[in-house]
């Protein structure tokens, strides 16, 4: 099997939610270690992402602690325009 290893398969985008930061945390952690394999990566938190933009990205990773009684984080609730 060949590995498709273009400059576009490298991109990796890592959204995030967290109202306490553990989220934020691990993240920033997984693209550390992306970046130490060749990856191009960009870590965002999904409050500051346009949804509409996800068909354009080639891989994606979320990360996401809930709060309280599991509820989502602020961020991570989609907002209609």
Do not use: C, N, W
């Amino acid at each position: 099997m060949a590995v498709d290893m273009s400059p576009a398969s490298r991109d990796l985008l890592i959204l995030y939610a967290s109202q306490t930061g553990t989220a934020t945390d691990v993240a920033e952690r997984l693209g550390r270690k992306a970046r130490a394999r060749f990856f191009s990566v960009r870590v965002q938190d999904m409050g500051d992402y346009k949804v509409t933009d996800l068909i354009k990205e080639s891989l994606v990773i979320f990360v996401v602690a809930t709060a309280g009684q599991g509820d989502a984080p602020d961020s991570m609730v989609y907002q209609v325009e």
